[in-house]
């Protein structure tokens, strides 16, 4: 299976073809996954006081963390780890209810592996590579052939027995999946340099002066923090990692760079294994929703007509828990007092009591009461909105309580004042800043 075919001097018959696609079955069979779903998230401030930003609600009804898994899933990857740390009590609980219907019987799992210091200096993750290396014993135990080292914050879809089939055909000791992006914009990621054969030549992070792709003078591939390694060759770099005092025990810093000239080492393109909506244009979706900008833009892209991520797709769904609520309902009908929603999604459980909702998206048991607006907004789980309230381009954190009359969005200075604005304008609303307001 490590052969390249394109070496090869005639082109693969069919049955080439079908026992290279039963190879790829088998290697996903013996693929163990590992989400990296420890991390705080400290960019998306408030946000993440409670929670880490894997368990941070999108899109109305799952966790970011759902994106990851769910790929897995779909891809028929049916053995899965997720590392926590950070404040994991939510992301916890959120696995255990929502992602316990694999069966062990045959070998399907979602395991939950905790940061417990394990290793002789008795140290908390100190990088990704570390968090993958305080449980050697339990990834060795499960014996397999292939590691899939995942991202578990970021919002994409992706079929990942293409990426497993492009590391067999390359005869790679891993691969590094790897997004287009335009040169200009290269700048804030860690940005892989490759030849003409998608060789890894270089890793360099946030350089002022992103090499280009070959043959794409304004773009650049930036590294999504997914790694497909031959599971043997991992243990032993890591092992190595662990004996060198000047590492700072992380994949893309450390582990990769060390690796250049070393190995074969593969950029894997996501357009190739990016699942695209049956609308989709050349441009694969992945998003890094770390910022309140960034978080607040992807969830109100779902509002669009037809979004860019295609949530309502049957044949690669997102897999989430979600609590039994009736179905959204919007009462009054008075010239002035009219429960509505125009461009937007609203999920289970809320109540639009006579207020008006513009190109937002509300999370379940939301309550939006009489004669106030919400516009441009992300309204998290368990919000009552008062009387007479306006927003406009916020993001409510969940179990606010709005009160009547309130007004953000109209005025930057007493925005800011109150509350946390961000450099373009979206205004972050939590019940501890609430609880400060002198009304």
Not at 180 to 205: H, K, N, Q, W
Not at 229 to 255: Q, Y
Not at 395 to 403: E, L, S, W
Not at 430 to 437: A, F, G, V, Y
Request: glycine share 8%; hydrophobic share 40%.
């Amino acid at each position: 299976m490590a052969q390249d075919s394109r070496s090869s001097s005639r082109p693969p018959s069919v049955a080439d073809e079908l026992a290279f696609a039963s190879g790829v079955n088998k290697a996903m069979r013996g693929t163990l996954a590992l989400v990296l779903a420890g991390g705080r998230g400290s960019r998306l401030l408030d946000l993440t006081d409670k929670e880490s930003k894997p368990a941070v609600p999108f899109g109305g009804k799952y966790r970011i963390v759902d994106f990851p898994l769910s790929n897995c899933i779909n891809s028929g990857l049916r053995r899965i780890c997720v590392l926590t740390q950070y404040k994991a009590h939510t992301l916890i609980h959120h696995i255990q209810r929502g992602w316990g219907f694999l069966r062990a019987e045959v070998g399907e799992f979602v395991e939950l592996w905790p940061a417990q210091q394990q290793t002789a200096a008795g140290s908390w993750y100190q990088g990704t590579a570390d968090a993958v290396y305080q449980n050697i014993e339990q990834i060795q135990l499960h014996g397999a052939e292939h590691i899939l080292v995942l991202a578990g914050d970021h919002v994409y879809r992706q079929d990942y027995s293409k990426m497993m089939a492009s590391h067999l055909r390359t005869g790679a000791d891993v691969s590094v999946a790897c997004l287009e992006v335009r040169r200009e914009d290269a700048t804030a990621f860690g940005v892989v340099d490759v030849d003409d054969a998608d060789t890894i030549i270089g890793f360099l992070e946030k350089p002022a002066d992103p090499p280009c792709i070959p043959g794409k003078p304004d773009r650049a591939f930036a590294s999504m923090g997914i790694y497909l390694f031959n599971a043997d060759f991992l243990m032993r770099v890591l092992e190595e990692d662990a004996l060198d005092p000047n590492s700072s025990r992380d994949f893309g810093k450390n582990i990769l760079p060390s690796l250049l000239g070393r190995c074969r080492m593969v950029a894997h393109r996501f357009q190739e294994s990016c699942v695209y909506p049956p609308h989709a244009t050349d441009e694969p979706y992945w998003r890094d929703v770390g910022t309140i900008d960034a978080y607040w833009a992807a969830n109100l892209d779902l509002a669009a007509v037809t979004p860019d991520l295609d949530l309502y797709d049957p044949a690669w769904p997102i897999w989430t828990y979600q609590m039994q609520r009736p179905g959204a309902k919007f009462v009054f009908d008075e010239d002035e007092r009219r429960g509505m929603a125009v461009d937007s999604v609203l999920a289970a459980g809320c109540i639009v009591s006579g207020g008006a909702i513009r190109h937002s998206l509300l999370f379940h048991d939301v309550r939006v009461n009489s004669y106030s607006v919400i516009e441009h907004s992300v309204i998290l789980p368990a919000v009552d909105i008062g009387r007479h309230a306006r927003l406009t381009k916020c993001v409510v954190a969940a179990g606010c309580r709005i009160p009547a009359g309130l007004v953000v969005g109209e005025d930057p200075e007493a925005d800011a004042q109150r509350f946390t604005r961000s450099a373009s304008g979206v205004t972050l609303i939590t019940q501890d800043m609430l609880d400060k307001l002198d009304l």
